[in-house]
């Protein structure tokens, strides 16, 4: 007669606990090719309990199966496994495919064969990541109830250390980034899932902050777990659903940790005056052992949440600090901007004031000598009683020498006040034919003097946007140069017209022309060209360079063309007959 615990006896599944019944199950595989031996099993586990958990006894029939099965459902416990299905090795193989492929090292793995000797055992173990390796001889109802209850036991601390694990990497993730409210929703995070671990249950749970211990403060949901996930986030207790909100008013009017039933919650009060309240819901009430490890951990909340906000809070301070030193960098560097402008205007202004000096030295020394000469000459004459005729003779060359004199100064002005930085242009419409008219006319005399004639030719009306002075200057100088450079008795033509919607203004004499060295030199200041004046006119080199400083800041185009020495000038203005 068999021994008791070698017989299987049938248990009817409707005489199970109801309490066992509907709470979580383990879950184990039976992976075997044989219907009977997932019909004996089932019949032998058919009222195994461990910690008030049942069974979920889930088959596969082959190691594909097994393969399937196993990538389904990766929360399995233990794996009862035939060592040969489909092929002598089919067990072993879906052994390897768990371990390497899958990557699941907590399933607990029984390995049974109905024919040990193809498969020695220590070969087996040694070589395998397996936990268990029995013949199904070996299996009697009581010796598959202690293999399977040391391998769920043997997964249940594996679990508990995966758990932990996560639980501490999760804080030591936050405890990293703690600069931001969101590092802080991090560590609030890690703290539900550690007490989690450490209590070895899934529990949903909720944790809130409120910044200070007025009873009116409202707080905010840093973190949530099951149930509790929907409420990250809220920043108002209203939000909350009702009992909910009564639980966690309660715990902060409390002061201190509750354990009522299959509810926990703990109370921390940090070292800044903020608190923070933590309310799990358990599958089972704890034991004196579980609340004295939730209470010691509780007591370390304090100073991690205080770390938190002493790091938000030198955050805060080293923004704040690096915000001020960029704006006393960015006024430095304004300031280093401003000095090195007004340091090159100074050296500007230093240049030209020794080119003025280098210019009066030179120009104005001719004039001031015949001034002289001539003044002695005449204070001579009048001592000696000279005629009137000669007398006036030498007035009269003291007057030109004035003139030149006035001359020269009037052009230094102007290209000093053409230098000047908050020059500005005013610009109005003007009828350019009436102005260029008005120009030569005021050159007439200086022409008659040397026999020579002004012809304007413009169509009225013609309305340019400009400076009206400042053009009048420009014309001015153009055309007192084209008499300077005329011979006696030549021609001088000003032509106005219009090209592109631009207003084209066109000086043309039939002076000495321009050698191309003069017009690649042409516009610069203080520049002295090849030909000379025909009248004995002076030249300050300065009258050209202004006119095209003018034209450049109406935005417009100067201009100069010549066949080659002997053959006459050309000079173009183009400027925009509207405003630029």
Request: glycine share 8%; net charge positive.
């Given at each position: 007669m068999a021994e008791q615990d070698d017989v299987l006896h049938l248990i009817d599944d409707s005489g199970a606990d109801p309490e066992v019944s509907g709470a979580r199950k383990w879950k184990i595989a039976v992976i075997d090719d044989d219907q009977a031996v997932h019909e004996g099993t089932r019949f032998a586990l058919s009222d195994y309990s461990l910690n008030g958990q049942g069974l979920e006894i889930l088959s596969a029939y082959s190691g594909s199966e097994g393969r399937t099965l196993m990538r389904a459902h990766p929360d399995i416990a233990a794996v009862l496994l035939d060592v040969i299905m489909e092929t002598d090795a089919a067990g072993l193989d879906l052994v390897e495919y768990i371990r390497n492929e899958l990557r699941n090292e907590t399933v607990r793995i029984i390995?049974?064969?109905?024919?040990?000797?193809?498969?020695?055992?220590?070969r087996v173990i040694v070589q395998y990541d397996i936990n268990d390796y029995k013949a199904k001889t070996e299996l009697t109802a009581d010796k598959l109830f202690t293999s399977l209850t040391a391998a769920l036991r043997s997964y249940q601390q594996l679990e508990r250390m995966v758990q932990t694990r996560r639980g501490l990497e999760i804080i030591i993730d936050a405890a990293s980034t703690l600069?931001?409210?969101?590092?802080?929703?991090?560590?609030?995070?890690?703290?539900?899932?550690?007490?989690?671990?450490?209590?070895?249950?899934?529990?949903?749970?909720?944790?809130?902050l409120r910044d200070g211990g007025d009873a009116n403060d409202d707080f905010s949901v840093l973190a949530g777990s099951g149930?509790?996930?929907?409420?990250?986030?809220t920043t108002s207790a209203k939000s909350l659903d009702?009992?909910?909100?009564?639980?966690?008013?309660?715990?902060?009017?409390?002061?201190?940790?509750?354990?009522?039933?299959?509810?926990?919650?703990?109370y921390v009060r940090?070292?800044?005056?903020?608190e923070v309240v933590v309310l799990l819901q358990a599958e089972r009430q704890l034991s004196e052992t579980d609340r004295s490890l939730v209470e010691i951990f509780g007591s370390r909340l304090s100073i991690a949440f205080d770390n938190v906000i002493l790091y938000q809070q030198l955050q805060q301070a080293n923004t704040q600090l690096e915000d001020r030193v960029t704006q006393r960098t960015r006024a430095l560097m304004q300031a280093n901007r401003r000095l090195s402008a007004q340091w090159l205007r100074l050296q500007r202004a230093n240049g030209f004031k020794n080119e003025i000096l280098g210019t009066v030295a030179h120009d104005l020394k001719n004039p001031l000598s015949v001034i002289l000469g001539r003044t002695e000459m005449l204070t001579e004459l009048i001592a000696a009683g000279s005629s009137r005729d000669n007398v006036t003779s030498q007035v009269e060359h003291i007057r030109d020498a004035t003139k030149r004199l006035t001359s020269m100064v009037d052009h230094l002005i102007s290209d000093a006040m053409a230098d000047a930085f908050d020059i500005t242009i005013r610009r109005e419409p003007v009828d350019i034919a009436a102005l260029v008219g008005e120009v030569a006319d005021a050159n007439q005399p200086l022409a008659v003097n040397k026999q020579q004639s002004i012809t304007v030719s413009a169509s009225p009306n013609h309305t340019t946007v400009c400076d009206a002075d400042r053009i009048r200057e420009a014309i001015d100088n153009l055309i007192s140069n084209a008499i300077k450079y005329?011979?006696?008795g030549g021609k001088i033509s000003v032509q106005v017209g219009e090209d592109s919607k631009m207003t084209v203004i066109r000086v043309v004499d039939e002076g000495a022309g321009l050698s191309p060295e003069d017009l690649g030199r042409l516009f610069g200041r203080f520049q002295r060209l090849s030909a000379k004046p025909t009248g004995g006119e002076s030249s300050t080199g300065l009258g050209l360079s202004i006119v095209k400083r003018i034209i450049d800041m109406h935005g417009g185009e100067v201009t100069a063309n010549s066949a080659g020495p002997g053959q006459g000038s050309t000079f173009t203005i183009t400027l925009p007959?509207?405003?630029v």
């Open positions: 390995l049974r064969t109905g024919q040990p000797g193809q498969a020695p055992e220590r600069y931001d409210f969101k590092s802080m929703q991090r560590l609030a995070e890690g703290v539900l899932t550690q007490i989690a671990s450490l209590l070895n249950v899934d529990c949903a749970g909720i944790l809130v149930c509790y996930s929907r409420f990250i986030g009702a009992d909910l909100r009564s639980m966690v008013e309660a715990a902060f009017k409390r002061r201190k940790h509750e354990f009522v039933d299959q509810r926990t919650v703990l940090t070292g800044s005056g903020r005329s011979p006696i007959a509207t405003d």
